[in-house]
């Protein structure tokens, strides 16, 4: 295929999620934006008002300290569960093999339904922090370039890996399970609230070995310049994850899993 | 002539173990009509599945228009237009979108995609329904689209997997003026799986017979329906010259009813005879007509060795 044609393809398959997700906006953008406000409202503004001495430790207020996490766990969530409904939707109708007929390259499939579930998780997280500035309104970013390349690395390896379940999923269920038992477990756990600095020490130690808590410091480290993990570590983290889950994907779908037989 | 598809000892077992296909061996000529008839299982749609790169084969080489699928899948692909047997298309979009967004994963810009998706659509009669979700067509417009999608990409070779499958009488027939037509004036190849008998009379040049895996007879339609031992005829005549008391040596007749007659003619006897026959006996005959379908019978006795 000429690299004209291939850009055709890509083109058409992201212009297909982007139009997918618009058309069902009231599940897809909607939703997330009110979770987010309700956290705002009760962890930040009801309960985060009666935490003593927080501003004074971390030289910010409890409301803005959440907002990246709350911005990122958002990106996180919309970014799966764009790619893994939607292709996981295509396997189970069959369109799939319209794709699979054709000769577009897996690597251009996997770039395509990637980009829309990073279009629509970056629309999510920038609709979730313009809402943030109803509660922060004084809300500053210290370092605009880290924030975007830590959202940008998050929301490519959360639709890869919503790529990857739905390679493997064979029912809907199969799509919850991941979600129910790792995704959300890991997000609550990963800093959202809490700056890991106030948990007993074996507490700390397990809460490294969770992913999205390099993720989520990372990013906040663009906000305020402070962060519980090393940025480099948590960058390090990202690009691997990136790299693997590619190969991993691209792997799988060369072979055919679940789809050719 | 080239040939369109070349298959050379082609073999498919599933991971399960269970063998699909064997050792099977195939040509197809460009602007050729070509079936492929057998029973449920018999193994058709995976050598369609293997030539639209579905299924992956254990063994063999498949070329289209002399693309080798393992050095140039791609460029067999592009070849190709395929009707599956099942609606495999996203009933939440709307018509014109899954006709023109399949031109664009061949890499055809919008712009030009556009236009040839309402052409393709207007030829099928769907035009009117460019703008409908897909999950509100009915089931002969579904098979319609999907014609259509098969074609907007211009392919060399149109593969359709039982098209006609639960196909109104009135919709099967415009379905096949339109590959006919498709053939004839577009010299498209033509590969298609069928259980209609009649479909693969009225429209192919050529045949094979698929039976467990293998092509077990394979030869021009009208010399496979001249390699049939007889064929069954009922003759219609006008009850009150009919005869009851009948035998005729050397013709394999009996009676039906009060006006019709059942004759078996092998192979090196003419109808010519048997009339004269009949008119022996002054019996009158009004009409006669083919018992069943001349291919199904040479289907079925195929399949069953005789």
């Known amino acids: ?261 | 002539m080239q040939t369109a598809i070349s298959i050379k000892n082609l073999s498919k077992t599933y991971s399960n173990g269970f063998q699909a296909i064997k050792d099977i061996n195939l040509d197809i000529p460009q602007g050729g009509f070509f079936a492929l008839l057998g029973a449920n299982g018999a193994g058709k749609t995976t050598i369609i599945g293997i030539l639209t790169d579905l299924v992956r084969k254990t063994e063999g080489t498949v070329k289209v228009f002399n693309y080798d699928i393992d050095k140039n899948m791609n460029d067999a692909k592009r070849c190709i237009g395929v009707v599956p047997q099942e609606f495999n298309f996203n009933i939440f979009e709307k018509v014109i979108n899954i006709v023109v967004d399949q031109a664009g994963y061949y890499g055809i810009p919008r712009n030009e995609a556009i236009p040839r998706a309402m052409e393709v659509l207007e030829q099928l009669g769907l035009k009117d329904k460019a703008e409908e979700q897909s999950k509100n067509l009915s089931g002969g417009m579904k098979r319609r689209l999907m014609i259509a999608r098969a074609l907007v990409h211009k392919p060399k070779i149109l593969i359709l997997d039982e098209p006609t499958a639960g196909v109104d009488v009135e919709l099967r027939h415009g379905m096949w003026k339109y590959l006919t037509k498709l053939n004839e004036e577009e010299g498209v190849t033509i590969l298609l799986t069928t259980h209609y008998l009649e479909e693969v009379e009225q429209l192919c040049e050529e045949a094979a017979i698929i039976k467990q895996g293998q092509i077990i007879k394979q030869d021009k339609v009208s010399n496979l329906l001249r390699s049939l031992e007889s064929e069954a005829y009922f003759i219609d005549v006008k009850p009150e010259t009919l005869n009851k008391n009948i035998k005729l040596v050397g013709f394999d007749l009996k009676i039906v009813d009060d006006s019709t007659l059942e004759a078996v003619l092998q192979k090196n006897q003419v109808i010519n005879d048997l009339v004269k026959e009949l008119d022996k006996y002054n019996i009158a005959v009004q009409s006669i007509r083919p018992k069943g379908n001349r291919l199904e019978e040479l289907f079925l006795n195929v399949l069953s060795d005789k």
């Open chain 1, 1 to 261: 295929m000429f690299n004209y044609q291939i850009y055709i393809s890509f083109y058409t398959i992201l212009r297909k999620e982007v139009n997918r997700f618009f058309r069902i906006w009231t599940q897809t953008l909607l939703p997330p934006v009110i979770t987010q406000t309700l956290y705002f409202v009760i962890f930040g503004g009801f309960i985060g008002s009666r935490i003593s001495g927080f501003e004074e430790e971390f030289g910010i207020s409890y409301m803005a300290f959440i907002v990246p996490g709350l911005v990122m766990m958002s990106v996180i969530t919309a970014s799966f569960s764009n790619v893994v409904s939607s292709f996981f939707g295509a396997k189970f109708q069959k369109s799939i093999e319209e794709l699979l007929v054709s000769p577009t390259p897996n690597w251009i499939i996997i770039a395509g339904y990637v980009g829309g579930g990073v279009l629509r998780g970056l629309l999510v997280g920038l609709i979730v922090y313009l809402v943030s500035f109803t509660f922060v309104p004084d809300l500053r970013v210290d370092n605009p370039l880290l924030v975007i390349i830590f959202v940008f690395l998050t929301a490519v390896v959360f639709s890869l890996a919503g790529f990857l379940n739905s390679i493997f999923a064979k029912k809907f269920d199969d799509i919850s399970i991941f979600t129910t038992f790792v995704l959300t477990p890991l997000t609550y756990l990963g800093g959202v609230f809490y700056s890991i600095s106030s948990l007993p020490d074996t507490w700390q130690i397990v809460s490294r070995a969770n992913p999205i808590l390099y993720m989520i410091n990372g990013f906040r480290y663009g906000f305020y310049s402070q962060s519980d993990v090393n940025i480099w570590i948590s960058f390090g983290i990202l690009a691997v994850l990136t790299v693997v889950l590619w190969y991993v994907n691209y792997y799988l779908l060369k072979k055919g899993v679940g789809m050719r037989s």
